[in-house]
């Protein structure tokens, strides 16, 4: 397998540099570009075509939510991982409603960061284990309106797998259905719950105890 290519965006030069050292040890990731505050980092996602991003909250001239915003609206194809020493609840679940892939902390291990990179680098959604509960109490705390009176049998079936981190046609293998059956029943899934994208229907999945990601 080629190595996952990484770019990393914190505004200092001694975190930038042990991350590099930390992830490039085993060869099985490459980092391509670095950026010290938001406005290079959007500067330097349109020179390089990374795989991952690893991006902090705290910079100058755009933080890190910012970035986050501008890629989703660009619809930039490229997997966001929040990296940052904030653990308050307001900034991960802001991240998560614009649609981030991943959220660890700088105090992790380092097997913690690589599985977050890997995982989302997949397709997948990585929330840190310790910052489940609070992203759960907060969901807890609002109403999602279902336009339907509940998901089907088969949708929560759809839905558990895709919160998994399966795409489409091995979601259809699964299943023994067709391809276009599962686009047909994410679609619904994602109307009945009020979501717009995978990353948001996992995070309802995490609430309401369909799947256990972590």
Same mark, same amino acid.
């Given at each position: $397998?080629? &190595?996952?290519?990484?770019? %990393? @965006?914190?505004?200092?030069?001694?975190?930038? #540099? *042990?991350? !590099?050292?930390?992830?490039?040890?085993?060869?099985? /990731?490459?980092?391509?570009?670095? @950026?010290?505050? *938001?406005?290079?980092?959007?500067? $330097?996602?349109?020179?390089?075509? &990374?795989?991952?991003?690893?991006?902090? +909250?705290? $910079? &100058?001239? $755009?933080?890190? /939510?910012?970035?986050?915003?501008?890629?989703?609206?660009?619809?930039?194809? %490229?997997?966001?991982? +929040?990296?940052? %020493?904030?653990?308050?609840? #307001?900034?991960?679940?802001? @991240?998560?409603?614009? *649609?981030?892939?991943?959220?660890?902390?700088?105090?992790?291990?380092?097997?913690?960061?690589?599985? @977050?990179?890997?995982?989302?680098?997949?397709?997948?959604?990585? %929330?840190?284990?310790?910052?489940?509960?609070?992203?759960?109490?907060?969901?807890?705390?609002?109403? /999602?309106?279902?336009?339907?009176?509940?998901? =089907?049998?088969?949708?929560?079936?759809?839905?558990?797998?895709?919160?998994?981190?399966?795409?489409? !046609?091995? +979601?259809?293998?699964?299943? *023994?259905?067709?391809?276009? =059956?599962?686009?047909?029943?994410?679609?619904?899934?994602? !109307?009945?719950?009020?979501?717009?994208?995978?990353?948001?229907?996992?995070?309802?999945?995490?609430?309401?105890?369909?799947?256990?990601?972590?």
């Amino acid at each position: $397998m080629n &190595p996952i290519k990484i770019a %990393i @965006a914190d505004d200092h030069l001694m975190v930038r #540099e *042990g991350i !590099k050292q930390l992830l490039e040890l085993d060869g099985d /990731i490459v980092v391509i570009g670095e @950026a010290d505050d *938001g406005i290079q980092c959007i500067e $330097m996602i349109n020179k390089v075509c &990374p795989d991952v991003l690893l991006l902090d +909250i705290n $910079m &100058p001239r $755009m933080n890190g /939510i910012q970035v986050l915003q501008y890629l989703k609206e660009k619809k930039k194809d %490229i997997k966001v991982l +929040i990296l940052t %020493i904030h653990n308050e609840v #307001e900034y991960l679940v802001r @991240a998560v409603e614009i *649609g981030v892939n991943g959220y660890v902390l700088k105090d992790s291990e380092s097997a913690v960061l690589k599985k @977050a990179i890997f995982t989302v680098y997949k397709g997948e959604t990585y %929330i840190q284990s310790s910052l489940v509960p609070l992203l759960k109490r907060r969901l807890d705390d609002r109403v /999602i309106h279902l336009e339907n009176d509940s998901l =089907t049998k088969r949708e929560v079936e759809v839905l558990k797998l895709l919160a998994e981190g399966l795409f489409n !046609k091995e +979601i259809a293998y699964m299943l *023994g259905i067709s391809e276009k =059956t599962v686009k047909n029943h994410v679609s619904n899934i994602f !109307k009945k719950i009020n979501v717009s994208d995978r990353t948001q229907a996992a995070v309802y999945a995490i609430k309401n105890n369909f799947v256990d990601l972590f």
